[in-house]
């Protein structure tokens, strides 16, 4: 069985959605005090590209990201960039990304039952938030050997903000498909 191939205006929309999570990361991240992971819009652009072009596309962008950052590119908040930054206590976040995404978009296409705004509000809360946040506390009690408790108390100080994130990407990606419905099917083409 081979793999599906892309079309071109899917190849396209992976540096595109690539480059609108970079973009939100430029004003910076706010520290969180007592843990080492900022507050960024980045999860913003995870959510919305998912939401828009669906899981595979906006995970393929998600990977380009974390190689870029990875070949030392200043991709993440702030200009930051390394592999250092991968290896860090914000590493788990940024590779939850990719998982984010798919799951984004899976759920997205799952839920076929209740308004668009709905559907991706579940489908962000689930993917931008659950499995986020998972893979990061994850890599929090790996790499730094924090109790598991102790990293979602940590962790919980970034739901309130992503939960809005949460809110926003759905409104945006329902208003966007609004004024322009070859969105909804530009990363399934």
């Known amino acids: 069985m081979s793999a599906p191939r892309l079309t071109t205006r899917q190849l396209v929309l992976m540096p595109v959605m690539a480059a609108l999570v970079v973009v939100l990361g430029l004003a910076g991240g706010v520290p969180v005090p007592g843990i080492a992971v900022s507050v960024t819009l980045q999860t913003l652009g995870v959510m919305l590209a998912a939401d828009l ?3 595979p596309i906006a995970a393929g962008a998600m990977a380009l990201i974390v190689a870029g950052v990875a070949a030392g ?13 991968l290896q860090g206590p914000s590493g788990g976040y940024v590779l939850g990304w990719i998982v984010g995404s798919l799951v984004i978009g899976w759920m997205a296409t799952s839920l076929r039952r209740g308004p668009d705004f709905l559907r991706l509000l579940i489908a962000n809360i689930g993917g931008g938030i659950l499995v986020i946040h998972a893979c990061g506390v994850a890599w929090l009690v790996f790499k730094l050997g924090l109790t598991p408790a102790k990293a979602w108390a940590g962790d919980a100080v970034f739901l309130p903000g992503d939960l809005l994130k949460a809110v926003l990407a759905a409104l945006i990606a329902v208003a966007v498909v609004r004024g322009y419905p070859a969105a909804r099917r530009a990363g399934r083409e």
């Open 73 to 85: 590119l200043p991709l993440l908040s702030g200009g930051r960039g390394g592999l250092q930054m």
């Open 53 to 55: 072009v669906g899981g």
